[in-house]
Each structure stands twice: as structure tokens, then as C-alpha cells.
């Protein structure tokens, strides 16, 4: 098993899947956990005219994850759980 499914394994094992599941409510959770606040902004801002669905921005106060606009409510949770999961460096 990996390094990264081994992290993601074990933060989702201290979670609260609560029912009926909201992305709203994961991503509330899952700040609370990290102690750490994490905002959802629709639209791309300065990072429109980039091939992206969304981005995840690490502030040192905060987390933002941006997403496209215009997205269905599915896409948009697709998009938000995709900046979620690990992330890598790029080389």
C-alpha cells in the first residue's frame, strides 16, 4: 500500500460520516479535524484562463479550494473531493 492511501485511510477512520452525507458537512468535519478552516469559492478567480475544474490554494491561515462555475451540484462535489485527496509536487 502506498504512503499516500495509507494517510488518506487513516484520516478517513477519524471522520464522522454522518447520513444523510453532504460534501458541506465533510468539508466541515474534516476542518475541524485538521483544525484548520477550509473555504469552497465557485469560480476560478485569477485562474480562469487555466484548463481547470478547481484548485486547491493553501494560505498559512486557511485553506481555498476553487471551483469552475457553471458545474451541476455533482460535478462540483467531484471537483471539491478531487482537491481533497493527496496531492503531489509537481517535478
Not at 458537512?25 to 469559492?41: K, N
Amino acid at each position: 500500500m502506498d504512503e499516500d492511501r495509507l494517510i488518506a485511510e487513516r484520516a478517513i477512520a477519524k471522520l464522522t460520516l454522518r447520513r444523510p452525507w453532504s460534501m458541506q458537512r465533510f468539508v466541515e468535519e474534516l476542518s475541524l479535524q485538521r483544525d484548520r478552516p477550509i473555504e469552497i469559492v465557485e469560480g476560478l478567480g485569477e485562474f480562469e484562463s487555466i484548463d481547470y475544474s478547481g484548485i486547491w490554494i493553501p494560505f498559512p491561515e486557511k485553506d481555498l479550494i476553487r471551483h469552475r462555475s457553471g458545474v451541476t451540484q455533482v460535478e462540483r462535489d467531484g471537483i471539491i473531493a478531487h482537491e481533497l485527496g493527496p496531492h503531489r509536487p509537481r517535478a
